[in-house]
């Protein structure tokens, strides 16, 4: 069985500030995941994902994960958010013969 | 290339009516799966397709919904009666590959609310 739990329904950070967005999961097997952002009423768009090599990964708009597999861990972080990144931010993982699994979604604000 | 396209982007229907939604997947991807996210929970599963064949139906609610993929190129999904509990956001999906090692790109979502 695979699930995936996101800490933190809300997060609030100052512009400028560490985004840290917390994403843990639970997999039988070496699974692939992702992180994916929904903007305001937009679909959800790919920030980046993990499937093999590298454990630390480079998405778009200045966003990263490490994949740590003794934490079993994927947080995404960002050094210094921006007004734009505040949208709604969801850890997925997927096992071979299995299904895309969401966590249930991490809502974030910058403020001034 | 053109993304995942999903209609309609919003739709109110009174409880016991019909919606039908659609989903045409990124061309040449044989892969499409149906997600949908009730408000406050989280996003699940419904059904994957590949090419026009149901490959994992498990995740559908009851027998009041109904998917096809006619041809292998887009797809519906039928609510039939609609009841209150169906409301949410419909998500598309598709994908090249089996497992989304490369990525699953998503619609904008239908959001449907019964009333």
């Known amino acids: 069985a695979q699930s995936v739990t996101q800490l933190g329904s809300h997060v609030s950070v100052s512009e400028g500030a560490l985004v840290l967005l917390r994403c843990n999961y639970s997999?039988?097997?070496?699974?692939?995941l992702f992180w994916y952002v929904q903007y305001p009423n937009q679909g959800l768009q790919l920030l980046l994902k993990?499937?093999?090599?590298?454990?630390l990964v480079k998405g778009i708009n200045g966003f990263e994960a490490e994949f740590k597999k003794s934490e079993t861990s994927f947080h995404l972080t960002k050094p210094s958010a921006h007004m734009s990144d505040a949208a709604e931010y969801f850890c997925a993982v997927i096992q071979p013969r299995n299904k895309l699994t969401f966590g249930t979604g991490t809502q974030l604000k910058v403020e001034l | 290339e053109a993304g995942v396209t999903q209609f309609p982007s919003h739709s109110v229907i009174e409880k016991g009516q019909t919606v039908t939604l659609r989903c045409d997947p990124i061309s040449g991807h044989d892969n499409l799966y149906w997600y949908r996210r009730v408000m406050g929970k989280e996003i699940k599963f419904l059904l994957h397709?590949?090419?026009?064949?149901?490959?994992?139906e498990s995740g559908m609610p009851n027998n009041r919904f109904l998917a096809e993929r006619t041809g292998g190129t887009y797809s519906t999904l039928k609510v039939q009666p609609a009841e209150l509990e169906d409301s949410g956001v419909y998500f598309c999906?598709?994908?090249?590959?089996?497992?989304?090692?490369?990525?699953?790109?998503f619609g904008q979502g239908t959001r449907l609310t019964v009333v």
């Open positions: 999906a598709s994908s090249q590959d089996f497992w989304g090692g490369r990525g699953f790109s």
């Open positions: 993990y499937t093999t090599g590298a454990t």
């Open positions: 397709f590949v090419k026009e064949s149901k490959q994992d």
């Open positions: 997999s039988s097997v070496p699974p692939y």
